[in-house]
């Protein structure tokens, strides 16, 4: 399995910016693929999940409302649409799979495969 994150950049407070985790080396319908996010000296965090099949989704409570899960089943895409960005938001943002798992999880170590990560940095 490989995922390969990407869309993270620089942008102002109360701006927008999509990343984008392009996943291969498996069939994806019965897992559920998340995202995380680390800012240095924490601990990796759930930020929001998606079933594969089917598209039920969860957040964390600190982003509900302004980040939105979604994924392209033809293109094997995952995405997370951030809106009305904070500088608490500043974090490099991981991608990650539950292969093979219907159910939706919240903690890392629960998660088999990790994408590289991307920067999002949120200038106040």
């Known amino acids: 399995v490989q995922l390969q994150a990407s869309g993270g950049g620089l942008v102002q407070a109360g701006g927008s910016l999509r990343l984008s985790c392009a996943a291969s080396g498996r069939t994806f319908s019965s897992s559920v693929m998340g995202w995380f996010r680390q800012a240095p000296g924490k601990e990796r965090e759930f930020v929001a999940a998606i079933k594969w099949s089917g598209g039920n989704t969860a957040y964390a409570d600190s982003v509900k409302g302004r980040f939105t899960i979604s994924r392209d089943n033809a293109k094997n895409t995952l995405y997370l649409q951030m809106n009305s960005l904070e500088s608490e938001d500043s974090a490099v943002y991981y991608c990650?799979?539950?292969?093979?798992?219907?159910?939706?999880?919240?903690?890392?170590?629960?998660?088999?495969?990790w994408g590289q990560g991307t920067l999002v940095t949120v200038s106040s």
């Open positions: 990650a799979v539950r292969l093979y798992m219907a159910l939706i999880r919240t903690t890392a170590n629960e998660y088999h495969y």
